[in-house]
Every structure is written in structure tokens, then in C-alpha cells.
């Protein structure tokens, strides 16, 4: 059984890109393009993990991960926190301290785009495994 | 006894008393003659007719003997005689014969005696020891007492007739004149009794009669004179005390009355003059007293006569003391000594002087003396009134340091002070001036042309409020604008200028001068270290967004690479896509960044602001209504009309097309169901900068976004956009000098603002033109407009 991972982007690009590359990896893959979108399918595919986008439009990638990690039923997903280049002034450093600050665990793994193929399957695999 | 006595004594000086004893005096001795006079001729009345009534007794026992003695009848004579005696008032009768023997007698022991030719009796006829031979019934007359009455005495002489010695007997000799004596004796008793009871009777009618009319005299004198005189004297009595409640009760209209009414009168002026004179008397008295000079009245050796509280107080002297003692605690007269002159002369004089109190301490007063003159003029002392100024000299005083502090202030300000007097002329022209200008404060103090110093609109105030005009602000607060040097230097200032007034009236006027040389130098170094460290955010930013592009074009090939390895179309479809796409941004990458990075030095040029607002509205007019998007003007026609504008117009260009595209892609965003609009304002602030408005009510920004957008490579349109946008808009805002701010909320609208100074505007060199109008009104600060502002320079 394949394990099963939701990928959160705005970016279509982004999308197709990381969903060929799981998928090639045998992973299963599902799509959301926003926070909204993904916290529905966390609910329905019940995924294995959850890889967002901090900066996304609708609900952002920080909010979502907040609402996420409250929800008592879905804080478990481990999530890997995706941080875009267009964003240059929210850096990680932001994030972890944003977070802190408001007493939430940490996600479970952390990219930064570019995205270097082999160091996101590490992640992956670090998280789930084969 | 005191007062007895005292009583008598007023008794017998009161004028009803005297009246009374010289009225009762005469009275009393006209009535004691009168009496005296009346009694008088009663008695003589009375006696004259006892002794009528005695010799016509006489005459009758002479008659009644005669027949007895003719005819020699010794006994029946006798008998006669005897007879006759019984008569009521009959004392005695003896007839005496020749010799002076008694030859008949009421009393018989009588009968043979012989009476002494020098008794009483008979001394009237036989004082010449001759027998007389007629006789006065005066002389025949006598009064002698008798066992406690009197008798009265009457002798009668018996006359020979020719009957008698032609009698038979011839006793009698013819050549005898008279024979004998008849003495007849009468008592007076009844005389006496009578001439009493008429004493008493007139004594006591004439003093009743006097005691009646003292007592009327007296009553009338206590009723009409004594009373009223004694309330007068009462009522002035009481007015000597001081006593004026006295109230004469007299109503008659006699002389006491008239002159009880006039005492009134008196009384009354004499109370109001009194009441006047006493409050007078305190008025001066509390005046010398209470009134906060030092007071003192000084004789002709300097000696204080008097003195007031004040003076006691403050210098401790006291009477007798000299003035100079007491003033400055000296012990001779002041050489300078003023009174002296009052004194002598006559003369008021005034004079300040420096005291020394008893502490020691100096006080500064200023003397006045006046001379007190006596009833005939002559100088008997001077009075010194001494006013305390030790306020006003501690006050001038400290107006001097203040004035000294001001002057400080004013000459060693950094910033130039040019001030003008109530005339209009230069009064204050401060170092930092004359460094600014030029010119020595010598030869500008006093100028009347303002001109040269002043801005034009500034000097126009001044002779507007000169000519009363109302100027709606007095005042130019930080006006940017230059001024012309001594050696024809434009120099550009910042200049606040105020109208002064004083009550209402233009006192004169004040201007600042903040030297901007140094600070021009510095905003452009700024400005261009600015664009510097603009370049530097931008390579960074450029990096990352390289990389942004670097990952797509990385995805792409991967996933071109995948669906060639799988042999998938429609992937090899999508990741030639995203190659495409990603080169297709590089190209515009590069094109933004061309445009921002080029050093094109901007281009004033006179620019019509509204129809450079309007080119672009136009511009964007067809794209607009495509997606139902209204774009509406509300351009300002003074812009414009007031002063000419010099703008970069492609640069504004260039921010106006950004703004209003972003507004568009906004409400594009929006997905409210609502008429999206899009306003384009221009107009000019209450600071006098040229702003532009654009202002949509498309999705809005949430915090986030607003603390990015002006940052190099933000976008919130994903792929479509670079993020340069808003940063150039700010770079060619700031060229101008201006800022630019915005407000935004989610779901509401936004509304970005450009600001760009008049006077950048106007006059972007930093010099003015020759043909531009550089000063403009600015003034208020718009303190309200606390709206989140950000401005560019802070974001960047």
C-alpha cells in the first residue's frame, strides 16, 4: 500500500512538478491549489502528509497549518512546510518564530524552493518512509 | 453739698434769677416808698383830725365853764371839769391859772400844783420866760406816754375878756391877756389801734400784690425763657460733647423760638459738617495709615514729626529720629537732600533714592515732599510720601536679563531672525542673517523694503495687516523657497514667518530663516545612496526571483524529462508549458528590471497634471470596461491654475498606469457583486503638495500583503506579475521628492496616494525658476490624517 501524500500549491507549475516526482518515487498523490481545498482533502484522502506552501492566496499556508494543528482529529498529519521564493521576506526564521509565539508544534520537515529533488525525498521518506 | 452748692451757683447765674432779683428788687422798694408815702399822710390825716377834734374839746369846757368862772363858782367848775373828764378818750383836763398853779383838775390830787414853765407842755409859750400872749394850735400841741399809750397834750390859753375883769368878783386885772391855761389830755389808743390796723392792712396788701407779680415774672421767666434757654443749653452742651440726637422742643414763635429753630438748623449743619469732617478725618487718617507708601512728616531739623505704619514697618525709625537716620542709617544729612529744598522753599519736589531697611536690606523708593504751611503761609514741616519701586527696579532688572537672554537667543540662533518694527522697518536682523544674506545687520536695520528679505507673499501679509486686512492665517509655517543673497546667490530656506500683533494691532513682524544648503546636499547624497542601496534589495531580490524562475524552469524539465522516459504526451504538453512560461518571465523580468535599474535622469518638463491624469484614465478606459470596471475622474481645476507644475511625465506616467492597473486587477479579483469602480482624483493638500488619488473597492490587502508590496519581487499575481511594479511607481514618486501612501482593507478597496511637494513640483533643481511662482501657502499640518501610512522610503 502506497503511502499517500497531499500536496498544497497555488502554483500549478509546482503541482504537476512534485506530483510527477512522488509519483515516480511510488508514492500516491493527491492536489490541492489552496488552504481551503487542502484542509478538505486532509479530511477526505486522509493523506500520510502534507506537504504546504507558506504563501498561498485564499487562506495562506501559515493559517492553514494554525487551523491544522488545532483541529484535534487532523493534528497529527505530519506536515513539510514549502516555503516559496516569491516570498523572500518570510523566511523560516519567521515562520519557526511565528509559530512559537503562538505555541504551535513545529512541522515535521522543512523545504526551501528550489526544490533539490533528492533532499525532498529525504524529507519524505524521513516522515513515511518507502 | 457739692451740688448744692453747684446748683445755687448756677441758680445765681441763670439769667430768670438775675431778672427775677432785679424785677423783685424794684419792685419790692417802689412798694416799701409807696407804703411808706401812703401811711405817712393817713397818720397825718388821722392826727390832724384827733386834734381838731381835741380843741374843739377845748373849746367846749372853756365854753362850759365860762359861766362858773364868771361867777367865781370854784365848785361847780370843778364839777364841770370833772364832769367833762368821764368823756370817752378823756385822759385829764387841769385848768392852770396865772401862775401856773392848778386850779382845776380831773384828777383832784392835782388841784393846788404848780406845773414847771420849762416842761414839755408849757416850753412853747414860756420858752422867753414871758407869759406869751397868743399861741398856734400847732405849738399847743404834744405827745407823751402814759402807763403804755400815748396821750396827747393840747393846752388852750384862757383869754381875759371884758366879761371877766368886769366881773363882780374882779379877779382878773384888764391888763391881763390871758388868765390861765386849759391843758386837756387825750388818749391816743384808739389813734394807735387804727394807724396798726392800717399798717398791716397796706403792708400786707402791698406785699401780696409784690409776691404776685414776682411769681408771674418768675412763672413766665421759668415757662417762656428759663425752659427753653435751659434745653438750648442742654442741646449745646450735648453738641460740645459730640451728642447730636438732641431734639429742642420749642414751637413758639417768639425770639427763643426763632432762635431754637435756627439752633436746629445749626445743629444740623454743624452734625453733617462734623459727620463730614469726622469722616474725612478717618479717611486721612486710614490714607496716611493703610496707603502702601512709606509717609512721614519731617520738621525743620530733619526730625520725623509722624509717621505711618508702613513707614514703622519697613524702616523700624521712630519719632524725634532724623530722616536720614531713619531712610538710610546715616548720621548726616543726605548731600542730595531734596527735602530741604521743600523746606526752604516751599517747593514739591521728587526724587528716587536707595534705602537701607533696618535688616540692612536696600530699597529702592522714589520720595516725594510737599510743604505743610502754617495759617500764614510759612513752611512748618514737609511731608515725604515715599512710593516702594523695589518691584519695578527687580522687574527692570530682570526685563534686562530677559532682554539680554533674548538678544542672546536671537543673535546666536543657527537660523537667521529678520524681524520688522510697528513702522515696517528692520529691527532685528540676527548673525545667522547676515551670514544667510550677506549684509551687515548695520546696513539693513531700519530698511523699509521687506522685499529683500521676505517672500513675496509674506511681505503682501504684512501690508495686508497693515491695511487691516483680515489674513485668515497670520502666520508661514516651513515654507520651502529661496532667497537672494547680497552677492545674487539663490539660496533656498525653509521660512516660517508670523504677523505680530498687539492688541488686535500689527506690531510688527518675524521671520526664519533655516538654511537648506547643506540640507539639499544631503537629500540628494540621500537620494542617491538610496538608489544605491535600492540596486543592492534589488539583487538580492533579483536572486530570488532568478531562482523562483530557475525552479520552474527545473519542474519543467523534470517533468518534461518524465513524460518523455514514460513516453506521456499530455505531461510532456504541461512541462513544456511551464518551460515556456518560465523563459516568457525571465523576458518580462528583464524588462521591469531594465526599466527600473535605467538611470534615465527624469525630465521636468511644464507639465498640465490634469490632462496627464486623464491620458492615462484614457489608456485603460477599454481594458476597464471589458470587466465592467468604471473609471472615474474627479480632477482638480486649480491644479494647475495656480502655479506651474514640472513633472517627469513619463515617470508619473508610469505610476499613474501601475496604480490604476493594479485597481483594475483588484476588482478583477474581487468577487463581491458589486459596481467596481475606480476613482482617479488629483488635487492639492492643505500642505500645498500635488497629490494623486487612485482609489478602487476591489479585494483589498490583508496586513500581510500591505508589509510586502513594496518590496522588489512581491506579487500577489502568482506568475503574471514580476513584484517590480509598485517599487518603481515609488522610486520615480521619490524622485520627485514625494511619498507615497496607501490604505487598504480586505474586501473594502484600496487607495493609493502620491504626494509630491509644490515646491518639487514647482522647482525640482532645488532652484526656482525664473518664470515659476516657488513660494507657495503652506501651512496647517494635517494632524487628523492618522491613517496607516507608509511611506516609501520607510518600506524600501
Redesign the interface.
Known amino acids: 500500500m502506497p503511502k499517500k501524500i497531499l500536496i498544497i500549491d497555488d502554483e500549478p507549475d509546482v503541482l504537476v512538478f512534485l506530483g510527477t516526482l512522488l509519483r515516480k518515487n511510488g508514492y500516491e498523490v493527491c492536489e490541492a491549489c489552496n488552504g481551503e481545498e487542502g484542509l478538505q482533502k486532509i479530511v477526505s484522502e486522509k493523506p500520510d502528509l502534507v506537504c504546504l506552501d507558506l504563501l498561498m492566496p485564499e487562506k495562506t499556508g501559515i493559517k492553514m497549518y494554525r487551523e491544522l494543528k488545532k483541529d484535534q482529529s487532523l493534528k497529527n498529519v505530519p506536515v513539510i512546510m514549502v516555503t516559496g521564493f516569491s516570498t523572500p521576506v518570510i523566511g523560516y526564521m519567521d515562520f519557526k518564530k511565528f509559530i512559537h509565539e503562538r505555541s504551535i508544534p513545529p512541522p515535521e520537515g522543512y523545504i526551501e524552493k528550489p526544490i533539490n529533488k533528492e533532499e525532498f525525498l529525504k524529507a519524505v521518506k524521513e516522515v513515511v518512509g518507502t | 453739698m457739692g451740688w448744692l452748692k453747684e446748683k445755687l451757683t448756677d441758680l445765681s447765674r441763670s439769667l430768670a434769677f438775675k431778672i427775677g432779683l432785679w424785677v423783685g428788687g424794684i419792685l419790692l422798694g417802689s412798694y416799701v416808698i409807696f407804703i411808706y408815702l401812703v401811711l405817712d399822710i393817713q397818720q397825718k390825716l388821722f392826727f390832724d383830725r384827733l386834734v381838731r377834734e381835741a380843741d374843739r374839746f377845748s373849746s367846749s369846757v372853756i365854753k362850759a365853764t365860762r359861766y362858773s368862772m364868771l361867777h367865781d363858782d370854784p365848785e361847780a367848775t370843778q364839777n364841770i371839769v370833772s364832769n367833762m373828764s368821764t368823756e370817752a378818750q378823756i385822759y385829764a383836763i387841769r385848768i392852770y391859772n396865772h401862775e401856773g398853779i392848778t386850779k382845776f383838775s380831773s384828777h383832784a390830787e392835782d388841784v393846788g400844783t404848780r406845773v414847771d414853765k420849762q416842761a414839755e407842755a408849757c416850753f412853747a409859750c414860756h420858752s422867753k420866760d414871758e407869759p406869751f400872749s397868743h399861741v398856734v394850735t400847732d405849738q399847743r400841741t404834744r405827745v407823751h406816754s402814759h402807763e403804755g399809750y400815748r396821750v396827747l397834750g393840747i393846752i388852750t390859753p384862757i383869754y381875759n375878756e371884758p366879761s371877766c375883769y368886769t366881773a363882780v368878783c374882779h379877779v382878773h386885772p384888764a391888763n391881763q391877756k390871758v388868765l390861765g391855761v386849759l391843758d386837756i389830755g387825750m388818749s391816743m389808743k384808739g389813734y394807735d389801734a387804727h394807724v396798726r390796723s392800717l399798717v398791716t392792712k397796706i403792708v400786707l396788701l402791698g406785699l401780696g400784690t409784690c409776691a404776685a407779680v414776682l411769681f408771674t415774672i418768675v412763672a413766665i421767666m421759668v415757662l417762656r425763657v428759663h425752659r427753653p434757654v435751659t434745653m438750648l443749653r442742654q442741646a449745646t452742651r450735648m453738641i460740645a460733647a459730640g451728642d447730636f440726637t438732641c431734639d429742642i422742643q420749642i414751637t413758639s414763635e417768639d425770639e427763643i423760638g426763632q432762635c431754637a429753630r435756627g439752633f436746629t438748623i445749626m445743629r444740623d449743619q454743624i452734625r453733617r459738617r462734623t459727620q463730614e469732617l469726622v469722616r474725612s478725618r478717618w479717611e486721612y487718617k486710614n490714607l496716611f495709615e493703610q496707603v502702601p507708601c512709606f509717609i512721614c512728616v519731617i520738621n525743620k531739623d530733619l526730625q520725623i514729626v509722624r509717621q505711618n505704619t508702613c513707614m514703622q514697618d519697613r524702616f523700624k525709625g521712630s519719632i524725634g529720629m532724623h530722616c536720614y537716620e531713619v531712610f538710610k542709617k546715616r548720621t548726616e544729612q543726605c548731600e542730595d537732600c531734596h527735602a530741604l529744598d521743600t523746606l526752604t522753599r516751599g517747593a514739591s519736589c521728587r526724587k528716587e533714592h536707595c534705602g537701607l531697611t533696618e535688616s540692612g536690606e536696600q530699597s529702592n523708593y522714589v520720595s516725594y515732599t510737599t510743604p505743610i504751611l502754617d495759617d500764614k503761609g510759612n513752611v512748618i514741616y514737609a511731608m515725604i510720601i515715599a512710593v516702594d519701586i523695589e518691584d519695578r527696579v527687580k522687574l527692570e532688572k530682570e526685563l534686562m536679563a530677559t532682554k539680554d537672554f533674548q538678544t542672546n537667543l536671537i543673535d546666536n540662533s543657527i537660523h537667521g531672525i529678520v524681524a520688522t518694527d510697528e513702522h515696517g522697518k528692520i529691527a532685528i536682523f540676527n548673525r545667522a542673517a547676515e551670514a544667510l544674506f550677506g549684509y551687515t545687520s548695520e546696513d539693513v536695520i531700519g530698511d523699509p523694503s521687506l522685499e529683500k528679505y521676505f517672500p513675496q507673499q509674506f511681505v503682501q501679509r504684512i501690508v495686508d495687516s497693515y491695511l487691516g486686512k483680515e489674513a485668515e492665517i497670520p502666520r508661514v509655517i516651513a515654507q520651502e523657497t529661496t532667497i537672494l543673497s547680497a552677492e545674487g546667490e539663490q539660496i533656498p530656506v525653509r521660512f516660517s514667518g508670523f504677523i505680530l500683533t498687539e492688541n488686535g494691532r500689527t506690531s510688527g513682524s518675524v521671520g526664519f530663516y533655516q538654511d537648506l544648503r547643506t540640507y539639499k546636499k544631503l537629500e540628494r547624497e540621500k537620494q542617491a545612496s538610496d538608489r544605491l542601496a535600492v540596486v543592492g534589495q534589488t539583487v538580492?531580490?533579483l536572486a530570488?526571483?532568478i531562482?523562483?524562475i530557475?525552479?520552474?524552469l527545473?519542474?519543467?524539465v523534470?517533468?518534461v524529462q518524465?513524460a518523455v522516459e514514460d513516453d506521456d504526451k499530455e505531461?510532456l504538453a504541461?512541462?513544456w508549458t511551464?518551460v515556456q512560461?518560465?523563459i516568457a518571465l525571465v523576458s518580462s523580468l528583464v524588462q521591469d528590471l531594465l526599466s527600473y535599474a535605467k538611470e534615465r535622469p527624469p525630465q521636468y518638463e511644464e507639465t498640465d497634471v490634469n490632462l496627464l491624469a486623464e491620458e492615462v484614465c484614457a489608456l485603460y478606459d477599454i481594458r476597464a470596461q471589458e470587466k465592467s470596471i468604471v473609471i472615474e475622474r474627479q480632477f482638480d481645476s486649480q491644479v494647475g491654475a495656480l502655479f506651474k507644475t514640472y513633472l517627469d511625465q513619463r515617470g508619473i506616467h508610469t505610476c499613474l498606469s501601475n496604480l490604476v492597473a493594479n485597481a483594475i486587477d483588484a476588482c478583477e479579483l474581487d468577487k463581491k457583486d458589486v459596481q467596481h469602480k475606480i476613482v482617479v482624483k488629483t488635487g492639492i493638500d492643505g500642505e500645498g503638495n500635488l497629490v494623486f488619488e487612485v482609489s478602487d473597492n476591489g479585494i483589498g490587502m490583508t496586513d500581510?500583503v500591505k508589509?510586502?508590496i513594496f518590496?522588489s519581487?512581491?506579487?500577489?499575481k502568482?506568475?503574471r506579475g514580476t513584484?517590480l511594479g509598485l517599487l518603481i511607481t515609488s522610486k520615480i514618486v521619490m524622485e520627485h521628492g514625494g511619498e507615497m501612501a496607501f490604505e487598504s482593507e480586505p474586501g473594502e478597496g484600496t487607495r493609493f496616494v502620491l504626494k509630491i511637494p509644490q515646491s518639487w513640483a514647482s522647482d525640482p533643481a532645488g532652484t526656482p525658476r525664473p518664470d515659476s511662482e516657488s513660494y507657495v501657502d503652506a501651512e496647517v499640518v494635517d494632524s487628523d490624517s492618522a491613517e496607516s501610512k507608509v511611506s516609501a522610503s520607510e518600506l524600501m
Open positions: 538580492a531580490g530570488h526571483g531562482k523562483n530557475i525552479q520552474g527545473e519542474g519543467g523534470f517533468v518524465s505531461l504541461r512541462g511551464m512560461k518560465n500581510e508589509s510586502k518590496s519581487f512581491f506579487s500577489t502568482g506568475s513584484g
